[in-house]
């Protein structure tokens, strides 16, 4: 074999290598494509899946609860249920309630001279109506714009020995009711004495109204005070002038 036949056999060999080669780099590169386009679309995926929007929560009816999900969702209603009676009792809510009752029923009642009251109105409370129907003791009144009505029930209950147990209810002009205060009476030595009941409300429903309730019945306790402040001044200064003439003391 010639050298010149020998050269030409190695040529055709290394050609047929590097076409060999090519072709494998260029496989490789479009492998290397094919997987990362399929990266980016799963990725893609990913992103569309995470961003999907869940279904919305929906509550379950009490009827499509079972025995050990009915147990939790009455524990977890009487949780929150005690914790807005706490919010109720740190307040003294009932007690501001119960003033503010008391106050309007004084100056309802048709012996009232309060010098305060022109046309129904005292103050930031103008009173609408005041009266008793089916045993309910019953007093509509407006406070900034917005009216409510005081319910008594005291007269629907019986008494047991000398004690009665009976509700106070304030509604809106919707008729919800915003608040029911459990209230105790005892007849003893000393007269009639009512008492709220430290179990805390039995319905409440929390809003505005309760700061303008509770900053209303205040300023009228301090006017209240105020009135009977001065009047004890006015005994006292009556007692003293009664006593220097019995007892003949004018220095």
């Not at 740190?90 to 501001?96: E, F, I, P, Q």
């Not at 109506?129 to 714009?145: M, P, T, V, Y």
């Not at 429903?205 to 006017?223: C, F």
């Amino acid at each position: 074999m010639t050298g010149a036949l020998i050269f030409l056999l190695v040529t055709v060999v290394i050609m047929v290598v590097a076409i060999a080669v090519i072709q494998v780099g260029k496989n490789r590169q479009r492998i290397k494509r094919m997987i990362l386009d399929r990266l980016i679309d799963d990725s893609d995926i990913g992103r569309l899946e995470a961003h999907e929007p869940e279904p919305p929560d929906v509550e379950s009816e009490p009827s499509d609860l079972n025995a050990e999900e009915s147990r939790a969702e009455l524990a977890r209603i009487q949780k929150l249920i005690e914790d807005r009676k706490q919010i109720a009792r740190d307040t003294d809510l009932s007690y501001h309630l119960w003033g503010l009752y008391r106050i309007l029923v004084r100056y309802t009642s048709p012996h009232s001279l309060d010098r305060f009251m022109q046309g129904g109105e005292w103050f930031e409370v103008k009173i609408l109506h005041a009266g008793n129907q089916n045993d309910l003791n019953r007093i509509d009144f407006e406070l900034k714009g917005a009216k409510y009505s005081f319910v008594n029930d005291e007269e629907q209950h019986g008494w047991s020995l000398n004690m009665k147990s009976f509700s106070l209810f304030l509604y809106d002009d919707s008729d919800n009711c915003l608040i029911e205060i459990p209230m105790k009476l005892r007849i003893d030595s000393t007269g009639r004495n009512y008492s709220v009941a430290s179990s805390g409300p039995e319905a409440f429903l929390a809003g505005d109204w309760v700061n303008d309730i509770i900053n209303v019945k205040l300023k009228h306790q301090s006017i209240r005070n105020r009135e009977i402040r001065a009047q004890e001044h006015e005994e006292r200064l009556c007692e003293i002038e009664e006593l220097r003439g019995k007892f003949g003391i004018w220095d």
